[in-house]
């Protein structure tokens, strides 16, 4: 089946590590996403990418880094300098722009917790 | 700053009583409009959208929305719910001119008692 897979699941860090979060989709899909999900704040745009070797900055950029060397795979580095890294992390997909848009497809998720 | 807005933070209600879940956004011009549900341990799906057309969606699992343009609003409904819909639900706008850019809603979970 196609799809969208996030490892780990779960995540611990301790303070002044990075971490890497895994992402990848089989969907062929040209666009990736990672979003934070906080209690009450819903999700929010890390950092997203519209094609290989490209990638923007999103709402909350800071403490974080990506990579987009691989149209499948979209890892997502959270840095020493991210001050609140406890959180739920959501990778997202999707193809085509403009009118021919589709919805994102979302991974499961890969919860980060701060030892 | 552009924003999406869902008021209702929690909802508790009876099976059989219906739901409705506001979402009002703050952006001008066209706009593609979604609705997301997050059920207990599962990943987020989509539950409908609205690109043109019809103001009236019909999505999954007996849900709709309306987009009323005048009011910057996308709410969802649902007739008669049941304890199967207790989930979180976000609402989440996409402005064309901004690429691929979804905005959420701070979300609102819904506990539907039996």
């Known amino acids: 089946d196609g799809g969208i897979t996030q490892s780990p699941k779960y995540l611990f860090r301790k303070e002044g590590q990075n971490v890497t979060l895994s992402c990848e989709q089989n969907l062929n899909h040209d666009a990736m996403y990672w979003y934070r999900q906080d209690p009450g704040q819903g999700l929010r745009l890390i950092y997203y990418s519209q094609i290989v070797n490209d990638f923007q900055k999103g709402d909350i950029a800071e403490g974080y880094s990506v990579s987009r060397e691989k149209k499948e795979s979209f890892p997502l580095t959270v840095t020493s300098a991210q001050k609140n890294p406890t959180a739920f992390y959501l990778c997202a997909s999707s193809t085509g722009q403009g009118t021919v848009y589709q919805p994102q497809h979302f991974g499961d998720g890969t919860r980060l917790s701060i030892l | 700053a552009q924003s999406v807005s869902q008021h209702n933070h929690h909802v508790i209600l009876s099976e059989a009583a219906s739901l409705e879940l506001g979402c009002n956004y703050s952006?001008?011009?066209?706009?593609?409009l979604f609705w997301y549900v997050q059920y207990p341990g599962q990943h987020l799906q989509l539950l409908l959208k609205y690109f043109s057309g019809d103001p009236l969606v019909k999505g999954i699992k007996g849900f709709e929305a309306e987009f009323i343009k005048s009011k910057f609003s996308f709410n969802l409904r649902k007739p008669s719910v049941q304890w199967s819909d207790t989930a979180e639900y976000f609402c989440a706008v996409r402005h064309p001119a901004a690429g691929n850019k979804l905005t959420f809603g701070g979300g609102t979970r819904v506990l539907v008692k039996p």
């Open positions: 952006y001008g011009g066209t706009v593609n």
